[in-house]
């Protein structure tokens, strides 16, 4: 099974630029789709974006034009670049790595299609 593992978390004023990586660990992401989910503090985890094998991509209404996510499958590893950044995108970031294969716009946005989760990577935005 594979194991998504992220890095690049951090604290940054608002306006500023992040980018967080998640790469496989285990076995390959292979060409299942990858998405990234944020927990602030509270029990809900919001969608954030996720991208198919083959660059299809997807956005939370929140970010949408302020974050991009990319996949470098030679790599197995995807990225977020987060731009101007607000204290409200502040949360834990999980990146999560379907165990389907699935075409749906629909599903890339549900929790429940993802089988494989890291332990998150922190963004702090201060305002």
């Known amino acids: 099974q594979v194991r998504p593992v992220e890095s690049g978390g951090g604290l940054v004023q608002a306006g500023g630029s992040l980018k967080l990586s998640c790469a496989a660990s285990g076995r390959t992401f292979n060409t299942y789709p990858v998405g990234w989910f944020r927990q602030a503090p509270g029990p809900e985890r919001e969608f954030v974006a996720a991208i198919s094998w083959n660059d299809d991509s997807y956005y939370g209404a929140s970010v949408k034009g302020r974050f991009a996510i990319s996949r470098d499958n030679a790599k197995n590893t995807v990225f977020l670049q987060m731009n101007s950044l607000k204290p409200e995108d502040t949360a834990v970031y999980y990146c999560?790595?379907?165990?389907?294969?699935?075409?749906?716009?629909?599903?890339?946005?549900?929790?429940?299609?993802?089988?494989?989760w890291g332990q998150g990577t922190q963004v702090t935005v201060s305002s």
């Open positions: 999560a790595a379907a165990n389907l294969y699935f075409t749906s716009p629909y599903y890339f946005r549900q929790q429940d299609k993802y089988g494989y």
